[in-house]
């Protein structure tokens, strides 16, 4: 018989393999995508609730040098700088560790965990006492401009030994 006289046909090959439904091992690591995505989202909502009293007391340090830059009045300024300081570190470490701090154990604290010692011994050393300083000096002897990025540093770093 001649080979070519023979009825044949190609071969068949069965249809591809579609994707649904997924086996059990794709269902296992979407579940587990999921559940990484949802913890990621968690931890990011918790860094950024924690941050919120930094970005609010920024937030207010930019107000305050604003209104000092309109007004000139360095001592509402450093009496607003002081408050706002204070309740910005309340909100940064325990309440019984800043609470009770005055004078120069304050600005010793404020120093903790910064790389200069911008309040014992910088700029920021003139908090202690210029909100009752005599007004009619007005900012002689005082650098206003370094007290105020004393104090934005202070801000933006977090206390040495708190979570924030």
Not at 58 to 85: C, D, M
Not at 117 to 136: C, H, I, T, V, W
Request: cysteine-free.
């Amino acid at each position: 018989m001649d080979p070519t006289q023979l009825p044949l046909r190609d071969l068949h090959l069965p249809p591809d393999i579609g994707w649904w439904p997924m086996a059990p091992g794709w269902w296992v690591l979407l579940a587990i995508a999921a559940a990484a995505l949802v913890w990621l989202s968690y931890q990011s909502f918790l860094r950024w609730r924690a941050g919120m009293p930094r970005r609010s007391a920024l937030r207010q340090l930019s107000l305050l040098v604003q209104q000092y830059r309109e007004s000139g009045n360095v001592q509402q300024l450093s009496i607003e700088l002081s408050e706002l300081l204070r309740r910005a570190m309340l909100a940064y470490a325990p309440r019984d560790e800043v609470a009770g701090l005055t004078g120069r154990s304050w600005l010793r604290w404020l120093d903790r965990g910064m790389d200069e010692k911008s309040f014992s011994a910088g700029p920021g050393q003139s908090l202690d006492a210029l909100p009752y300083r005599n007004p009619e000096l007005g900012d002689q002897g005082v650098d206003v401009d370094g007290l105020i990025d004393a104090i934005r540093k202070r801000l933006q770093t977090p206390v040495m030994g708190s979570t924030n």
